[in-house]
């Protein structure tokens, strides 16, 4: 599935209402010009937080995890939930210095800076993993993972999203990846 998915009881354009629905804008955060989605109100929703985590337990990429991974700070919580409902186990992905050594990094651009991000040495080889986040932007967070959890020995089966902001094309930046959007916007 590369947009809506279908979670179990909402149909996708149902889904993606409730998302959008759910959604806070917060103007010039972090930075003057940056329009903040804040899915704080989704996290706090438990049924709207349920569907969107059943909709991505409903796809054959999540199922067939061995780990389902997150992004720091918000995509760890959305995959813990996931990895609970598909009988997985999880995988922080964490901003550099969070970690005890050893651990593998990345650095990547951000729209508004620079970043880097580690996970553990030798958690990951030979595991197929499932990539969750709370939003695509401009695709700089999302591809350094997945490069990041690839050079670690991961076989990433996909990636999810609760929101995309397709005028930002991050999923060009995503080509060859099985990508899940819950909302496009």
Avoid: H, W
Avoid at 71 to 93: H, L, M, S, T
Wanted: proline share 5%; with cysteine; aromatic share 6%.
């Amino acid at each position: 599935m590369t947009a809506a998915a279908d979670g179990r009881g909402l149909g996708g354009e149902e889904l993606a209402q409730l998302i959008d629905s759910m959604l806070r804008d917060v103007p010039d955060f972090p930075l003057p010009g940056v329009l903040f989605k804040d899915i704080a109100p989704l996290l706090a929703d438990a049924a709207a937080f349920n569907a969107c985590i059943d909709a991505f337990a409903d796809l054959p990429a999540a199922f067939e995890a061995d780990l389902i991974a997150g992004v720091e700070a918000r995509g760890f919580v959305v995959a813990a939930a996931v990895a609970r409902a598909v009988d997985a186990g999880v995988v922080p992905v964490r901003k550099a210095g969070k970690l005890p050594p050893p651990t593998v990094s990345a650095r990547y651009e951000l729209e508004y800076g620079s970043a880097e991000i580690e996970v553990p040495v030798g958690l990951l080889e030979g595991k197929r993993v499932y990539l969750v986040d709370d939003v695509l932007a401009t695709g700089g967070t999302l591809a350094a993972t997945i490069e990041l959890l690839t050079r670690a020995g991961a076989t990433i089966t996909g990636v999810g999203v609760l929101v995309e902001l397709s005028f930002l094309n991050g999923r060009q930046r995503l080509e060859g990846q099985d990508l899940t959007s819950l909302l496009v916007l």
